[in-house]
Nanobody, 124 residues
């Protein structure tokens, strides 16, 4: 079983920055891609960012493109989400997720394991 542990969420003023991290432990796959999703109250889970195994291909949701950056440190089994220029509409629970294989994925159904989620709140 994969175990994903997130950290870095919190309260920040609009225009500020946060850096989320997710550590993967007990991996059963030698190669896997990673992604970030978010979900606000009463909303569907929304794709935020994804990165392939080698780290040379990334994808972003339209709402965060140009402001958020996903990266990974495979030697430490860690993925990061750098969030800059935060807006109140970014307020949500953020989840990291793992997908077996090498390709980056952009849909929730293609991910097998999920973190517990971390709250990000952006005040005006």
């Amino acid at each position: 079983q994969e175990h994903l542990v997130e950290s870095g969420g919190g309260l920040v003023q609009a225009g500020g920055s946060l850096r989320l991290s997710c550590v993967v432990s007990g991996p059963t796959f030698s190669t896997y891609s990673m992604g970030w999703f978010r979900q606000g109250p009463g909303k569907e889970r929304e794709f935020v960012a994804a990165i392939n195994w080698s780290g040379d291909s990334t994808y972003y949701g339209d709402s965060v493109k140009g402001r958020f950056t996903i990266s990974r440190d495979d030697s430490q089994n860690t993925v990061h989400l750098q969030m800059n220029g935060l807006k109140p509409e970014d307020t949500a629970v953020y989840y990291c997720a793992l997908s077996a294989g090498t390709r980056a994925r952009v849909t929730t159904g293609l991910y097998s394991y999920w973190g517990q989620g971390t709250q990000v709140t952006v005040s005006a």
